[in-house]
């Protein structure tokens, strides 16, 4: 499964990529908000693809398919690794069908219902974004959407990518793991959980106080080839 992390802050984003632990980034209106400040939009954006090795998810802000269009056009100029954000709506679905045709890729988001899933699908999304954890806030089990989603697309050989978005536990990653999602989307805090283990810290600080205990000096490289 890929791991895309969702932000916008490029020094998470830095440090997640230079721990090889990310293959895409997906960012939305509010997470960007949150980090452009007096920056840019534009420049702001083309940092986030450079900083990683993979898609990067920009969505549009029109709400007609013509605008979408035209601002997703303009946000695929940034950079190549530019993937364009449209919401499951009937206008951004058209939009979708569009720059798919146009040869740009589209994520659509906001998806809460498999059978909005099997739409997108029809148009030509590359991505399917299901958001698990607004589902799970109104007492839906998010989970059972990923499952119901693969189901489909497996049934009819869609190629659109599974996307898991709105995770907020590493049991959401797991789980979408176990479903055959193609793609989780994680917040930073999660990402960090996932690589966490207090075994893992206790046996690493044993091993190092055991070593200098017993006096024992790493050899160098060069002593090692004699
Ligand atoms: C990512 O593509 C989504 O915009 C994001 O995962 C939504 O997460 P939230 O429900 O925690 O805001």
């Not at 090889?20 to 840019?40: E, Q, Y």
């Not at 940092?47 to 029109?62: D, H, I």
């Amino acid at each position: 499964m890929k791991i895309f992390l969702d932000t916008a802050d490029l020094q998470e984003i830095r440090r997640a990529a230079r721990a090889g632990l990310i293959d895409g980034v997906t960012t939305n209106p509010s997470l960007m908000a949150k980090v452009v400040g007096d920056a840019d939009v534009g420049d702001y954006m083309k940092e986030v693809t450079e900083a990683v090795n993979g898609p990067v998810s920009l969505e549009v802000l029109a709400t007609e398919a013509d605008g979408m269009v035209a601002q997703g056009r303009d946000l695929a100029r940034i950079a190549d690794n530019v993937v364009i954000k449209c919401p499951l709506t009937e206008e951004g679905l058209a939009a979708t069908r569009q720059l798919r045709a146009e040869g740009i890729g589209v994520n659509v988001t906001l998806c809460f219902s498999p059978s909005q899933a099997l739409l997108a699908a029809k148009a030509g999304a590359s991505y399917i974004s299901p958001f698990v954890g607004r589902l799970d806030d109104i007492s839906h089990e998010g989970m059972e959407l990923i499952a119901q989603i693969r189901e489909i697309y497996d049934n009819y050989g869609y190629d659109t990518e599974i996307l898991v978005a709105s995770i907020r536990h590493p049991l959401h990653f797991v789980e979408a793991a176990l479903i055959g999602a193609d793609i989780a989307t994680l917040p930073p805090t999660v990402l960090w959980k996932l690589l966490a283990h207090p075994l893992t810290d206790r046996g690493l600080e044993n091993f190092i106080k055991d070593w200098e205990k017993a006096k024992l000096v790493v050899p160098s490289m060069e002593e090692a080839k004699l």
